[in-house]
């Protein structure tokens, strides 16, 4: 059973610093690209950060560059998000998501349930 597991989530001041973890289960993490989504309230889902199977290529969201790292532990099949210098615009639920599109074409696509993060003082 494919699981992703997000944790790391909850209530932070503006300029301060959260880390965000996403555990995988039931598929071969380190053949997946990995990727961090957010979705604030009224918005559509965006992609905040990825990073390749690998871990050698990395992709980030304008509004997140400089302030925010994406790594992995293809040892402990999980993926982090670093999210430093936060702002209230990036309080939005996170979402982990896992991407493989195969040779044939065969696409697997599997998301976490989500971790709140809100940047309030």
């Known amino acids: 059973q494919v699981q992703l597991v997000e944790s790391g989530g909850g209530l932070v001041q503006p300029g301060g610093s959260l880390r965000l973890s996403c555990t995988a289960t039931?598929?071969?993490?380190?053949?997946?690209?990995m990727r961090w989504h957010r979705q604030a309230p009224g918005k559509e889902r965006e992609l905040v950060a990825g990073?390749?199977?690998?871990?050698?290529?990395?992709i980030y969201a304008d509004s997140v560059k400089g302030r925010f790292t994406i790594s992995r532990d293809n040892a402990k099949n999980t993926v982090y998000l670093q999210m430093n210098s936060l702002k209230p615009e990036d309080t939005a639920v996170y979402y982990c998501?896992?991407?493989?599109?195969?040779?044939?074409?065969?696409?697997?696509?599997?998301w976490g349930q989500g971790t709140q993060v809100t940047v309030s003082s």
């Open positions: 998501n896992a991407l493989r599109i195969d040779g044939r074409g065969t696409v697997n696509d599997y």
């Open positions: 990073i390749g199977s690998a871990g050698g290529s990395t």
């Open positions: 039931g598929f071969t993490f380190s053949n997946h690209a």
